[in-house]
């Protein structure tokens, strides 16, 4: 069974009632981000429960010394990992000496909301200390996207049975470790701090990276709305600044304290002007207050929706589900900053590290397009382009040479930060991924000149690794890529990956097109790009038409179906339901080797290439892989059910597309692998996403066109979602008998619904029926 | 070049003129030990300079917190590692307040020799110290094979140019960790200790471990041989005592120090006695005198070289080779004790953990089965016995039912202690190297009791985890091995590994043989094994025998060589000499994955497989198998040249053979792999032994016969070694054109020389020429 305790509701993220044991949880779910910032729900009190504090700052790493068994030649000596940073939100409160600890209070009527219409974290609750004094609490919080180096808080609270002395602590605290810390270090060093009455700052620089970070906090205590005027006690300690006001209280009366905090870092400053900067910033958001920067990022949130929400008819917890996944997608990354990226947990915990992987181009990349101004997803697309040097430089590590690249698994500043061999080293699809990414934006976007002047320097580079990287097998009389993990991680070190070989090939094809198609529209920066690249273009594609005309494409002839490998069919024939679910997940209970020889998939990589390359094959082929390689997949990946919605979807499977996505959708609001409090899955939430646009709404690019094809599960009576199209903003609703097409945006859009096609002027809105 | 300092000397090892450089490499090969102790030719006195510290007690051993990157299921938490122990060898000198530090001092006619003959470790210097003071040092040392929990040491010195006071401090220090220590922390705890003039002890405890070693010291001064009367100071620190004798020195005079030690463990007293047992053994040492002890000592070296020697005529730098492998063989397991076993590095240093691989059932049983008696070799098979379920309990773990064993690929104690996936879980083929050692055991000692006792219940857990590893393909329908690292570490997790099958498959057949036999010889204890391991015997034998008929065998019908692996024949087919030699050896300039997918041999399994079942294959097979994997083989593994010695021996490939064992005879006297100051390969030492007797001396056992055919080299004149076979001590001598036999046992032998047949009785000396 699921932990379920969260209320269902279609904005709002909703705990009602204090149980400690959800606490870490709730810690992940309604954490807030603002793309430069990231804050897990931590109480802004004392809290001497169970807790992970998780404040980060993004692109602020720090490279941890690697724990691992046995070295290997090119495994990298750190581990780059996300910082936790300043607690920027702490307050203590205490009230004639007894302090208030949430952890130790009767706390009564709590109520937690995450509001994603309007990003803030709310909480109301009465606490009741040990020696009966009584309190009403209402706590308001938010990082603002408007100005993105800003966290604000409004924090009410009410006597309800006392009056007396009360001591208000604010305070930063940059005295700070990770909790994944391998040798329990700590990260920052001081490197100044100032506390006076109602201000202070702490700044503090990473060992070793020596990324500075500037924290600032000013605050104002009112009673019932009217200031208080008073002069706190400071003091300060290791890295450590705070305020303390006393004042008196009297029953009754509701006291507020405003906190803002501005945290800056070396990316964006020079050093010296660091602290300058957080303390000008800090004083400024006092100066505004908290309703005005509140009401601007409010109204800033509700223009985001506009773009990116989907709204599902009939299906309040799918509702719930969607908008959450958008709010934290739109939380975690908001594409200002190309040194910037997404992790897998984003900024909601420390696991992976906070660093890039292939989820970003494989399943983030299709949402930032659809629902962000197009400098979004350009910045992703930058983001491996500034680091093709490091790729390179890494390829060489392996042994590679002549500007061939190798982009990391694992990054953070292009550097590769895992290693495990067979990942590090073999799970070399990576490279195709991110070319991929580079073929989905110039289709979505129509964007070519991106090609002349960054994407073929990288296509190149990657399609100089995949020639080098197979070899002619004189047994086979074919090329081979030997040794290789897909992304079906439940088989390591295998021949001939389907999906591997498929996506190098496809990559060496495409940079083929892409030359072509430059020397047309842009026949100096190809020249350029040539240069630059040293690339004798006639020799090259004639190994690289060679290698496409005989690589090795793993199949069989009896079942007409992909091989996800050479000796697949050698494995035991079984199927997922076969585990005795006792021993499900099977990577929780199964030694590896027995994982590795089983059939068992964690996420189905032919049907994953069937997704990216599905024009390349028709339905009946689509429908006998996925009902060969659906059985076997035990989907223990997040990132696996999306594609076999979609895919399903698109072969009239339209039950056992809903049942993956239920497996998606809700995946951290209902805990399905009890590891929420670790943070949240983002990048699989780009994957539910697909899931409804692409699955259910059928969307596809098909040679620069939009296409819909939809497949409205039974339980929902419609489906709605917007599609940033080239200047359109097209809001697309699908009943179950027609779709209802409106252009808000300011040029007409073409598109094709079920092999008609349509347009749509600005300002027109189309409802056109299935069955006509 | 290879560093050579070391001169040739048939009985020594000698090192001439002090190079502190060497010095590490010399701690490792001077080293001295007697199956219960190791002790590294670390010096007596100070020295600063660098140095590995290594006293070790075999069987005692820490299970040290894993350093491991990522997780997975069946991985053991602790890496149990050979203890660093008491450092029981201290003296400390100085001379009117002048410390002697050998690091300072300046060393002149420095002289190191390690007596192979009689078991002792020699220095001779002069040291100059910095105020100009000059003294004449000599000192031996040994631990003694007759006592051997007792280490003794006569340290003589003369002042050439001076007179007056001297220090002299002998010392226990148990306060004392590993270099290897992964979080620098210390792994023993001070139990008790006491000291009073001329006498001292310190008891330690094991964390974790809870082993208890009690070290006691006795010693006395003589000043030209005769006591000096004196009482001498005493001191204590944490796990430390001292006694410092203040003594008047004469110019010219003859000092000597006599130190013996005795160091029991937990493994061999009660707790409560080992204090006692300690001090009455130090007294007792005392009392015999070192000229007793050190006679005793060497006389028993002499006897154990009666049955172990091999002499080669004509070749010094191999007759010292091969005697410094017999030398360190014989101090590393004296086979008193079936809870100790052998590590690759025996008590020479950290490296390997002193654990047990399966180096001891693949390469050093057959040198312990002809030069010792015949329960040195059976305590070696009984550790495994002893720990069947301890193998019964690890297949479980990953997944095994029905009492399937799987032996662990590392251990001190019968648990797992290495969490590499690749070798922990899939190198099984170690399980077949236990069930060959029992094979091996018994064709060599006729002792089939042995089997029906102990060796069958191995045999049979060992063939349920086969039968439960392979799984039928119905694909191929064939049986198949999935997933499997051979011993070719260059190649991880492959399908059908043809050594593993093999070995796999073997050890069906040759329990079922097993099972024939005992049924003839002992039908009452065959029953008891089947009742005990719960066998069902006809359901199984049915089973065994329908895999065994049906088990897939990789081969290339084209070469009519035996396949390593499936998709051997994929690589790119190159030879070792086309990697350029700066990128030699491979494990130092490749990534892992270049290794992997490279056709390049760490050591070759199929070569393997053909000499552990050379009776199955014509020579014309070996021929093709040999001509087609040596160019492919790199040999980085110490193990891998002995095979290529004696099959190339076999087919008549003398030249490559010589060139082969030229790698494995002076691997550490010459430190070919500039590794040799972590300690020495004595593993791999028994390989040398087997590539003279089994490859130039050409020696099988076929059917229970003792068989030669010799294939000496043309650089050696002739070739002695001895063989102890079932009552016969037979001292075989191999020239150019004959063999003499002489047995000096007293039962008579017979053996096969080139296709005929003899037999030498007691006391007779046969010589056969060749061709005759």
């Known amino acids: 069974m699921y932990d379920k305790y969260l209320e269902t509701n279609e904005w709002k993220i909703i705990e009602r009632g204090w149980d400690a044991a959800n606490h870490p949880k709730s810690e992940s779910i309604f954490s807030l981000g603002n793309g430069r910032m990231g804050q897990r729900a931590n109480f802004e009190e004392d809290y001497s429960g169970k807790s992970l504090q998780g404040s980060y700052i993004a692109g602020v790493y720090y490279p941890d010394k690697t724990r691992v068994g046995w070295w290997k030649n090119g495994y990298p000596e750190y581990f780059a990992k996300v910082l936790n940073s300043v607690n920027w939100i702490g307050l203590r409160l205490a009230f004639a000496g007894q302090k208030l600890d949430l952890h130790t209070a009767k706390i009564t009527d709590f109520y937690r909301e995450l509001n994603m219409r309007e990003g803030y974290l709310l909480r109301t609750f009465t606490a009741e200390l040990a020696d009966g004094k009584q309190l009403k609490v209402e706590a308001t919080r938010f990082l603002s996207i408007v100005e993105d180096e800003i966290g604000a808080i409004r924090y009410r609270f009410t006597p309800l049975n006392f009056s007396g002395e009360a001591k208000i602590t604010s305070y930063l605290d940059f005295d700070v470790k990770n909790e994944d810390s391998n040798y329990d270090e700590k990260f920052w060093e001081e490197v100044a701090k100032s506390v006076a009455p109602k201000k202070g700052d702490v700044t503090a620089r990473t060992k070793k990276t020596g990324f500075v970070v500037s924290a600032a906090m000013r605050y104002e205590l009112l009673e019932n709305g009217k200031l208080i005027a008073h002069t706190p006690e400071t003091a300060e300690r290791h890295s450590y600044v705070e305020n303390v006001a006393s004042i008196p209280l009297k029953q009754g009366s509701t006291y507020t304290i405003h906190k803002f905090a501005a945290v800056v870092s070396s990316l964006n400053y020079a050093e010296t002007e660091l602290l300058a900067a957080a303390n000008q910033k800090a004083e400024a958001a006092l100066k505004a207050g908290f309703e005005k920067l509140f009401n601007e990022h409010a109204a800033a949130w509700i223009a985001k929706w506009s773009s990116s929400d989907i709204i599902i008819d009939g299906d309040p917890e799918a509702q719930q589900g969607i908008r959450f996944n958008i709010f934290q997608l739109n939380q975690t990354f908001t594409g200002v900053d190309a040194r910037l990226n997404i992790g897998p947990k984003g900024f909601t915990g420390e696991k992976y590290g906070g660093s890039t992987y292939w989820d970003t181009e494989a ?410």
Chains 1, 2 share one sequence.
């Not at 005989?550 to 179906?561: F, G, H, I, T």
Request: charged share 25%; hydrophobic share 40%; net charge negative.
């Open 363 to 772: 399943y983030c990349l299709p949402f930032y397009l659809a629902s962000s101004e197009s400098h979004v997803a350009r910045n992703l697309l930058l983001y491996r382009y500034k680091q093709l040097g490091k790729a390179i430089e890494n390829a060489e590590k392996l042994g590679f040479t002549n500007g061939a690249a190798l982009y990391p698994m694992v990054t953070m500043n292009g550097e590769e930060c895992h290693n495990e061999w067979e990942i590090t080293f073999e799970e070399i699809h990576r490279n195709g991924a991110i070319a991929y990414a580079i073929f989905n934006y110039v289709r979505h976007t129509g964007d070519r000149e991106y090609l002349a002047d960054y994407g073929l320097e990288v296509l190149i580079a990657i399609c100089r690794f995949w020639t080098q990287r197979v070899n002619w097998s004189a047994a086979k009389e074919k090329f081979v890529m030997l040794g290789v993990t897909g992304p079906n991680e439940y088989e390591n070190n295998v021949n001939n990956n389907w999906y591997t070989n498929k996506i190098a090939i496809w990559t060496l094809e495409w940079t083929i097109e892409v030359i072509a198609l430059l020397r047309e529209e842009f026949p100096e920066k190809l020249a350029d790009v040539f240069a630059r690249t040293n690339f004798q273009e006639a020799e090259k594609i004639k190994k690289w038409t060679h290698i496409i005309q005989n690589m090795y494409s793993p199949y069989d002839p009896e079942r007409q179906v992909f091989l996800q490998q050479e000796g697949f069919l050698d494995k035991e024939q079984l199927n997922a339901t076969d585990i005795n679910p006792a021993e499900r997940p099977i990577n929780q209970h199964w030694s590896w080797d027995r994982i590795l020889r089983s059939i068992f998939i964690k996420q189905a990589d032919v049907l994953q290439g069937m997704y990216f390359f599905e024009h390349h094959y028709d339905k009946a082929s689509l429908r006998r892989n996925f009902d060969f390689y659906e059985p076997k997949t035990v989907h223990e990946s997040s990132l696996s059910p999306c594609v076999h919605v979609i895919l399903a979807s698109r072969i009239g499977y339209q039950d056992k597309a809903y049942e993956m996505y239920l497996r998606t959708a809700r995946l951290d609001l209902d805990d399905y692998n009890h590891e929420v409090h670790e943070g949240l899955h983002i990048t699989s939430m780009a994957g539910t996403w697909m899931s409804v646009v692409q699955g259910f709404g059928g969307m596809r690019i098909i040679k620069s066109k939009l296409h819909f094809e939809p497949a409205l599960p039974e339980q929902w009576k419609k489906l709605t979602f917007t599609i940033l199209w080239r200047g359109a903003r097209l809001v697309i609703t699908i009943f179950k008998d027609r779709m209802e097409v409106a252009n808000h945006g300011n040029q007409t859009a073409e598109f094709g619904l079920l092999a008609r096609l349509f347009s749509v002027a600005a300002g027109e809105n189309k409802l056109i029926p299935f069955n006509e």
